[in-house]
């Protein structure tokens, strides 16, 4: 009964591709985020979605799309994937945007 | 930008008490401190938080300096499964917008040795 899952764990693709990172939480949160860990592993916030508005964009370019069907969802669409996106992505939800987060377990993205 | 300052690593024996210090001499009034660990290709794990009281909870106690400028994180009895790196980080609570984000800085390494 895992509380935040991601899909997939692992993906690797081509430079120039789209793909699409699926995020679930079943805690009843109301907002959920998008971290970024690169190969140094510095752990920066890229958006939150609080009840499916957008609070935080943290300049990141417009190939990524965040979509947030609903509350206990957040997806992750990148466009012409860059060498420099390779990292690991995590998901995260709280209840209330300044309380505790909670995280999933990441996905691993490859870019060749 | 990160507003706490740690020790880039530790070492503690297992079973033995582990101290994670943590400098915060810029944080405001209304500014939390958060705990948060991960271990080695995991995603964050939050261990706990306070505003300026003492704090405990199964994992660990949240010790806060009265002029809350440092604070320590103690694992009371550390086990090879407490090794990960461990962030300090300050944020506001109880209002929506960046002033609440998480900033994670570098954190401290522990390992934890038999």
């Known amino acids: 009964d895992t509380a935040v899952s991601q899909t997939p764990k692992y993906l690797v693709t081509q430079m120039g591709n789209d793909k699409s990172i699926k995020c679930e939480q079943n805690?009843?949160?109301?907002?959920m985020y998008w971290y970024k860990q690169d190969s140094k592993k510095f752990l920066k916030i890229m958006f939150s979605?609080?009840?499916?508005?957008?609070?935080i964009n943290e300049t990141v370019p417009n190939r990524f799309s965040p979509k947030s069907p609903d509350k206990a969802h957040l997806n992750l669409h990148i466009n012409s994937l860059e060498l420099g996106d390779s990292a690991v992505y995590f998901c995260?939800?709280?209840?209330?945007?300044?309380?505790?987060?909670?995280f999933g377990p990441g996905t691993r993205l490859l870019v060749l | 930008d990160a507003k706490t300052t740690q020790p880039p690593s530790m070492d503690c024996a297992e079973g033995r008490a582990a101290n994670l210090p943590c400098n915060h001499s810029?944080?405001?009034?209304?500014?939390?401190v958060y705990w948060y660990r991960q271990i080695h290709s995991q995603g964050p794990q939050y261990i706990i938080h306070?505003?300026?009281n003492n704090e405990t909870n199964e994992m660990a106690s949240l010790i806060i300096t009265e002029d809350r400028k440092s604070s320590t994180l103690i694992l009371p009895h550390a086990t090879l499964r407490d090794t990960a790196v461990y962030y300090c980080?300050?944020?506001?609570?109880?209002?929506?917008?960046?002033?609440?984000?998480?900033?994670f800085g570098t954190g401290t390494r522990l390992q934890v040795t038999l």
């Open positions: 995260a939800s709280s209840q209330g945007h300044a309380e505790t987060q909670y």
């Open positions: 805690l009843g949160h109301d907002t």
């Open positions: 979605y609080n009840n499916k508005e957008l609070i």
């Open positions: 810029t944080i405001s009034g209304n500014e939390y």
């Open positions: 306070g505003l300026k």
């Open positions: 980080i300050v944020r506001v609570a109880g209002f929506t917008g960046t002033a609440s984000k998480l900033t």
